[in-house]
């Protein structure tokens, strides 16, 4: 259904074209797979992009600040780059565009259905980091996500929706996508990183696996308990459900995972997150990020590692593996 008061051109591109603005690790996963998918997909770089000379057929690098086509776009910088983004290509792209985000921080904290309002502002998110959106997609193996149409105005809804879902099953996304509201991942998303994913699990392991090397064990013990299973043990899982799971473990882990959720999961410890969930919810995550220089902090994360026992033991065994 073409778009009233919409170009024809606009129309007639919209539904197999698609722009990637950015070609980090999730833009370059979209592109993989948007373009086995049988899309046709462009790239939008800035002029100093170092990632430029890695545009290939069959994707076609686009010039920045050059007039767009209308074709939907899918904006994959980090959130915190994706209102400048947006502001300094405002210009060139047409009225009524679409635009696609991974993520709903920076809808949020940005304001850009209001900033922009010119444009469909659609939430579409794999729930996945990028080279597992690749890998998927590639052994065809089950991809979750969610979308919100929340924020596109309720004449466009219905059009736009069925675009969305086309592009999700084009990404491999096979699980839902799943209606949400766009706040709604975005608090999830971000709880999720701080109380769990990026924060206990990686620092517990880290912890652990300095204990055990204090006690005498060999650091490539301790390396394959405190690292390679939790791969193991995590896809088992997802793939079981949580009832299997605890009919597969064995006696011990099923006594010390009550012994050690008791010990370690106390009351202090939820109280400690539901201080992270108030933070995001009230914004003071959002001013905090705000504050940081995001690449900084990445380096000295990464350097943290490299002088920790633990990261020097993952370098020397994952080298051992090439």
Not at 47 to 70: H, T
Not at 250 to 267: F, Y
Not at 298 to 321: A, L, S, V, Y
């Amino acid at each position: 259904m073409v778009r009233k008061g919409a170009p024809k051109e606009t129309f007639l591109i919209a539904e197999n074209d698609i722009t990637i603005v950015g070609y980090g690790n999730q833009a370059r996963a979209w592109c993989a797979n948007l373009a086995d998918s049988g899309f046709k997909v462009s790239v939008l770089l800035r002029p100093d992009s170092n990632s430029r000379a890695k545009i290939q057929a069959p994707l076609k690098l686009l010039d920045w600040q050059a007039p767009l086509s209308g074709r939907p776009m899918a904006f994959l910088v980090p959130d915190h780059e994706i209102a400048g983004a947006l502001a300094s290509l405002s210009a060139f792209i047409p009225v009524g565009t679409t635009l696609f985000y991974a993520h709903g921080f920076a809808a949020i904290e940005e304001n850009l259905a209001q900033k922009f309002p010119q444009f469909h502002h659609v939430l579409l998110a794999p729930k996945a980091i990028g080279t597992e959106v690749r890998a998927t997609y590639l052994d065809r193996r089950a991809l979750g996500g969610v979308y919100s149409v929340e924020l596109v105005t309720e004449s466009e809804k219905k059009s736009i929706e069925a675009l969305t879902l086309k592009v999700a099953r084009a990404l491999g996304i096979t699980w839902g996508p799943y209606a949400v509201s766009v706040r709604q991942e975005m608090e999830a998303d971000l709880f999720s990183e701080q109380a769990v994913l990026c924060s206990v699990i990686p620092e517990a392991c880290r912890l652990s696996f300095n204990m055990l090397l204090e006690k005498g064990i060999p650091p490539e013990l301790a390396y394959f308990e405190l690292w390679h299973e939790v791969g193991l043990i995590v896809r088992t899982m997802v793939d079981k459900g949580p009832e299997a799971f605890f009919h597969l473990i064995s006696p011990n882990a099923l006594i010390g995972s009550e012994k050690g959720r008791a010990l370690l999961c106390d009351q202090s410890f939820q109280k400690k997150m539901q201080s992270l969930l108030t933070d995001i919810q009230n914004g003071q995550f959002a001013r905090e990020a705000a504050q940081v220089d995001v690449e900084q902090m990445r380096t000295d994360i990464i350097e943290r590692w490299k002088k920790d026992p633990f990261g020097q033991t993952i370098e020397k065994m994952q080298q051992g593996q090439k």
